[in-house]
Structure formats: structure tokens, C-alpha cells
């Protein structure tokens, strides 16, 4: 159970007014719309459950965990190491830059309201990946592991949902209503994530590689990947 200070830092977390930028990225959503792969709420509940199951969030997620336990341990060397892994493992360069991007901006926020990870920060060096970036704001204000995981894929599911209400377009309760929806998705998703090991970090992500690469020479954008 969380208690009442760390519930309100997961919240506050992964507010979607927090100012990372999240929601000026699609992750491909915008070209699979425009192609016509996305086209109304069934289908794009089938794309996020797919994702949360088997694509690159799973991975992001995981490495979360990774980077939360180094920080947790005192182990800067072993953050740093997934840290780096968490940037090859980017399928594109426009996902990469996205994760630089959020990371760069939490890392930032993070600096103003807890100087004391600074020390932190600077070991990693320029280019901090939001996933590590979460993990260590999840680490320091105590939220649990599996509440970070539960966080984490929500606000990513939720910042998606979002997209796909202003490109399909759906309405604000059919949003809510796939949001709801995806609750066991994410919830069985959380279990696995925690359970795997090192050896058993994959994706199956060409889908989303391929929308990421299309979108970056798409005529018309809302969106900035």
C-alpha cells in the first residue's frame, strides 16, 4: 500500500500537466490514422493493448524498473549502464529523441524540486532517458515498484488516448471509457514486467518503427512523432 505522501508524488508524477511535453507526441498514432491502420476506438484499443503486451513500452517500462532499483541500491554505475542501453534500444531516431526530449525536461523540473538527485543527474551525464528519469523520481519520493510500473504505462496509455481523441476523432467519454477499458491490459502487463529478467528484455516494435519513420516525412502534422 502507498501511503499518502508517495501516493500524491506518483500522482503529481505522472500528471499529465506535468511539463515534459508528452502530449506533443503521438508515437505513430498520427500517421497510423492518417493511413487509415487506426480509424475508431476499436481499433486503436487493439493497437495500445498490443503494445502494452508485446511493443516498446513494455521494454521502456522495464528499464524503468532497472534504473528504480540502481538508484535504490546507491548503484550509479548500473543506472548509467541501462541508461545507455535505454538509448540503443530506440527503434528510430525520432522515438530516441523523444525519450531525450522528456528525459532532458523531467531531469530539469527534478533539479528545481529536489536539488539533492543533482549528484545523480550528473553521472548520467546530457542525454538522460525519461524512463531512467521516472525511475529515479519514483526511487527518491519511495513509491513502490509495481505503483511506478502502474504509473508509468498509465500515463503513457493516457497521453495516447488523448492523441487518438483529437486525430480519430472520438469523443471525451469514449476516451475515458478505451481508458478504463485498457485497465486490465496494463494491469497484467505491470505483473510481467516486474517479473522479467535481464535476459528477457525484447520487443516486437516494427509496427511502431515503421509509423515513427513514416511520420517524420508526413505532409500534415499535428504532432511532433
Not at 6 to 11: F, G, H
Not at 186 to 211: M, P, R, Y
Amino acid at each position: 500500500m502507498l501511503n499518502d505522501w508517495a501516493l500524491l508524488s506518483l500522482l503529481q508524477l505522472t500528471n499529465s500537466a506535468l511539463p515534459v511535453g508528452a502530449y506533443s507526441y503521438s508515437e505513430g498514432l498520427e500517421n497510423l490514422i492518417e493511413v487509415g491502420t487506426i480509424k475508431n476506438t476499436q481499433s486503436l484499443k487493439h493497437w495500445l493493448e498490443q503494445e502494452l503486451r508485446y511493443g516498446a513500452i513494455r521494454l521502456e517500462a522495464s528499464v524503468m524498473v532497472r534504473g528504480y532499483t540502481s538508484v535504490k541500491l546507491g548503484d550509479l554505475d548500473t543506472l548509467s549502464y541501462w541508461n545507455g542501453w535505454a538509448s540503443a534500444a530506440r527503434e528510430t531516431e525520432e522515438l530516441r529523441e523523444q525519450s531525450w526530449q522528456m528525459g532532458r525536461a523531467l531531469v530539469r523540473l527534478l533539479q528545481h524540486l529536489q536539488p539533492q538527485l543533482t549528484s545523480v543527474f550528473t553521472e548520467l551525464g546530457e542525454t538522460c532517458n525519461y524512463a531512467l528519469a521516472f525511475g529515479i523520481a519514483a526511487a527518491h519520493w519511495q513509491i513502490c515498484d509495481r505503483a511506478s510500473v502502474l504509473g508509468y504505462l498509465h500515463s503513457w496509455a493516457t497521453n495516447l488516448v488523448t492523441a487518438g481523441v483529437k486525430l480519430i476523432p472520438l469523443g471525451q467519454t469514449a476516451g475515458q471509457q478505451l481508458l478504463l477499458d485498457l485497465h486490465p491490459t496494463i494491469i497484467s502487463a505491470t505483473t510481467e514486467i516486474l517479473a522479467l529478467d535481464d535476459d528477457q528484455l525484447s520487443s516486437c516494435g516494427w509496427g511502431l518503427s515503421l509509423a515513427s519513420m513514416a511520420h517524420e516525412t508526413q505532409y500534415t502534422r499535428l504532432f511532433r512523432s
